[in-house]
């Protein structure tokens, strides 16, 4: 399980529909709540599937962290460089 946060609008979906589907989407609407995704990768000759999952930004969800974040192997924090806030 990987869980991947950051602020609204930052592009934690698009970050994951591209990994897990190869795909982008410029008109992308932000998320509501939670979105997952798995994507099947081979490592080392073995089958490996990664549950990558995905939370709204607004801090309306932050009560749904703990439900994106227990038992993750990976969080990853994302956060946009151009903006100055």
């Known amino acids: 399980k990987v869980a991947i946060?950051?602020?609204s609008q930052v592009g934690k979906t698009s970050l994951m529909v591209r990994y897990a589907?190869?795909?982008f989407d410029?008109?992308?609407?932000?998320?509501?709540?939670?979105?997952?995704?798995e994507k099947t990768v081979a490592i080392r000759g073995k089958?490996?599937?990664f549950s990558i999952w995905d939370i709204g930004g607004h801090k309306d969800?932050?009560?749904m962290l703990p439900l994106v974040c227990n038992d993750a192997a990976a969080i990853l924090l994302m956060f946009d460089l151009t903006r100055n806030e």
Not at 32 to 37: A, L, Y
């Open 61 to 63: 969800y932050e009560s």
């Open 47 to 49: 089958e490996v599937v």
């Open 5 to 7: 946060l950051g602020d």
């Open 26 to 37: 410029s008109t992308q609407l932000q998320t509501q709540g939670v979105n997952f995704m």
């Open 21 to 23: 589907e190869g795909t």
